[in-house]
Nanobody
Framework: QVQLVESGGGLVQAGGSLRLSCAAS????????MGWYRQAPGKQRELVAT???????NYADSVKGRFTISRDTYKVTVYLQMNSLKPEDTAVYYC?????????????WGQGTQVTVSS
């Protein structure tokens, strides 16, 4: 099993920056793709950015040029650097990871971290 622990959320003014972190721990052979999703009140959860085990990235159009996803050397921690934040970025941000374990591949979600951008 894998545990995902997120940190870095908070309140920031429009135009500001935040950096989210998500660390994977537990029993697994490897962490494959990782990503960040967000869910605003009354809306469905949506993809923000993903990164493969080889470092290939994918971004939602709404965050391209403002957000950067990256992983650490050991590939068990994923970061989301968020710059030029807008009020519409306000949401609960969830970390997602795909792991390879004894029983096969399994997908996990973090508990979520609140990001609030004031205008």
């Amino acid at each position: 099993q894998v545990q995902l622990v997120e940190s870095g959320g908070g309140l920031v003014q429009a135009g500001g920056s935040l950096r989210l972190s998500c660390a994977a721990s537990g029993s697994f052979f490897s962490i494959n793709g990782m990503g960040w999703y967000r869910q605003a009140p009354g809306k469905q959860r949506e993809l923000v950015a993903t990164i493969s085990s080889r470092g290939r990235t994918n971004y939602a159009d709404s965050v391209k040029g403002r957000f950067t996803i990256s992983r650490d050397t050991y590939k068990v921690t994923v970061y989301l650097q968020m710059n030029s934040l807008k009020p519409e970025d306000t949401a609960v941000y969830y970390c997602n990871a795909d792991s390879s374990e004894v029983g096969g591949r399994t997908n996990y979600w973090g508990q979520g971290t609140q990001v609030t951008v004031s205008s």
